[in-house]
């Protein structure tokens, strides 16, 4: 019975990992949302630190009543981050439609600031003149369009207003898109770094995550201008598997985030300003920019009226905080990867034999319980350790075969009564 239990075992545990089903999808989803909500990697040197502009609804009553982020009020918080010493700022309000224009061609006078602003910003900076600065990465929201064709796994760029204006040459101004995909319970799982172009099927359009990512790892210790480059693993499928999980490590907790060091003190990770702070201060004495030094500027909202709070595995959470959670995920993981498959069948085949014994030698329910608790406290340190470096090792996928085992014994159990019974029928 050792042997047949052993390999029977091994059979269910080798064709859950080379034949996902939605039982052992639905399992890895649960273990990873297990993860992501009780464990919290320690904060790194290497770890990004954020400010949240948060347009939230204090901030809407404070301005003019009108159902959208006025634009001039956007440009003075664009040129508050923009003017401090922050490592890249990103406008996470939609900016590629114009806003009350006199027609197609006029746009208001609020949208011709914000052009004329952004020619300035992404002109090329004057070489050799000591009074000029690095300026900060701005990152603004490119829209995007399904295709008529819902086979395609493909999207338009939406034109903008502002493509004229922006130089993206001069690695001051880029567009990113904010493309992300929920699973079945409806959180938002899983991002899209890459965004194939239909009708180019040479162009990509890059994510925020990527832009952002790429730019604090390989641009910020760079004194001049710098444009990252396209990484050479450059995927444009999307599906959804575990390299495409968003790994969430900073939850929506205002006041409570995990503090991360930045020149030498420590501070949250997130710090949290409302935009009214900024734009609704007194002009004789401006807010101070230096909370912004060093760290990534996201300029986005909670109000109500923008709907953009969203179910996530760690719970709700405003979308630029998704945005701040991707870029945080990509820059400390990467894109999150299964362990070597020869350790974790190793692993699986060693709880597997113990497993054999125990039902060998106790009964099926208490070899069960036994079984179970061993694969949790063999798997589980396990997984975690991998998990926080960017690897993962599936402790749901052994429990199930654990299970297995046990409908094996109960099934082998239910057949030999029922032999017994006809015999002392007989």
Known sequence: MVVRGAIFGAVIHLLLISHPTRLSAWAEDAALDWAMQNSTALP????????????????????????????????????????SEAILVHVDVNVTRQINPASITDPSQADKDLQQFLQAYSAPQPSGDPSSRRRPLLILNREMQQTGNA????????TSFLDDSVNVRTGFVEWGTVEFDVGPDQEVRFWRLWERACKMIDRAEPSVEEVAAAYYQQCRMVATPCIPKQPADLSLQHGNDISERV???????????????VDGKKVPIVDVIQAKDITEADPARPPSAELLRHRIVVIGGTAAFERDMHLTPV????????????????????????????????????????????????????????????????TLPLGLFAFHRGYWMDFAIPLLAVEAHHFLAEFEEAIRSGGKKREEGA
């Open 315 to 378: 719970g709700e959470m405003p979308g630029a905080l998704i945005i701040i959670n991707a870029i945080y995920s990509l820059n400390r993981f990467q894109r999150l990867r299964y362990v070597n498959t020869a350790i974790e069948i190793c692993v699986a085949l060693l709880l597997i034999a113990v497993a054999s014994v125990l039902f060998a030698m106790l009964h099926h329910l208490w070899a069960f319980l036994l079984t179970g608790f061993l694969t949790i406290v063999v």
């Open 247 to 261: 790994v969430y490590g900073i939850k929506w907790s205002p006041g409570n985030f995990p503090e991360v060091e």
């Open 151 to 158: 086979a395609d796994d493909c999207q338009e760029v939406r």
């Open 44 to 83: 790194r040197p290497t770890d990004p630190a954020f400010v949240f502009i948060d347009i939230d609804d204090a901030t809407m009553n404070a301005w003019p009543l009108v159902p959208y982020v006025p634009r001039d009020k956007l440009l003075q918080l664009i040129k508050y981050a923009t003017n």
